[in-house]
């Protein structure tokens, strides 16, 4: 959990995508994920937490489907949604969030 915390601390965004190996929405995510990390390379941190794995994490975040994205900024929670979400608009999200 600590090591969360030393991620999310950053002072630049942190897009953290809750998923489950199961989840179909959350494979169809991958490369959109990808997309955003090439596009905007060194400016956003993109980590990624299985579910199942991290039971606690997800509790601690009422994660309660997959995919859940969540954006911190120095640790803060900025913005959050469920369900897939198009390249564009997650480009825009984190991009307004520097």
């Given at each position: 959990?600590?090591?969360?915390?030393?991620?999310?601390?950053?002072?630049?965004?942190?897009?953290?995508?809750?998923?489950?190996?199961?989840?179909?929405?959350?494979?169809?995510?991958?490369?959109?994920?990808?997309?955003?990390?090439?596009?905007?390379?060194?400016?956003?941190?993109?980590?990624?937490?299985?579910?199942?794995?991290?039971?606690?994490?997800?509790?601690?975040y009422q994660v309660r489907g997959v995919p859940t994205?969540?954006l911190f900024k120095d640790g803060k929670q900025i913005?959050?949604?469920?369900?897939?979400?198009?390249?564009?608009?997650?480009?825009?999200?984190?991009?307004?969030?520097y």
């Open positions: 959990m600590s090591k969360f915390s030393e991620i999310i601390n950053q002072n630049k965004p942190v897009l953290v995508d809750f998923f489950a190996e199961w989840c179909g929405p959350c494979k169809m995510m991958s490369p959109i994920l990808k997309e955003v990390k090439s596009g905007l390379g060194d400016k956003v941190s993109i980590i990624k937490i299985d579910v199942d794995k991290n039971q606690s994490l997800a509790a601690k994205f969540l913005w959050r949604q469920s369900g897939i979400i198009q390249k564009e608009e997650l480009l825009t999200i984190v991009s307004n969030n």
